[in-house]
């Protein structure tokens, strides 16, 4: 699995280009595809992130992103 630095993944923001990917527990994923994130924001959330902290004020689980295809992992 290809792993990206946050300098890397804040490139896929939805603004830059055409992809939208965020950051779950080191894992990431491509939303480009939902409706919510064509902007490369969602709510107060914004793509290119690790958005692990944020995940707690948020009205959905961790399984909302079994739908979304795993692009690669997060550099620690």
């Known amino acids: 699995m290809t792993t990206y630095s946050k300098s ?3 490139m896929y923001n939805g603004q830059d280009r055409k992809e939208v ?3 779950y527990n080191g894992i990431i ?3 480009s595809r939902s409706r919510l994130w064509r902007s490369g924001t969602h709510y107060e ?3 290119g ?3 692990t902290d944020e995940l707690k004020d948020a009205p959905h689980t961790e399984k ?3 739908k979304f ?3 690669g992992k997060l550099k620690t």
């Open 64 to 66: 909302v992103f079994d």
């Open 29 to 31: 994923y491509d939303v």
């Open 8 to 10: 890397q993944l804040a």
């Open 45 to 47: 959330h914004w793509a």
């Open 21 to 23: 990917w965020i950051a």
């Open 69 to 71: 295809e795993v692009v």
């Open 49 to 51: 992130q690790d958005l």
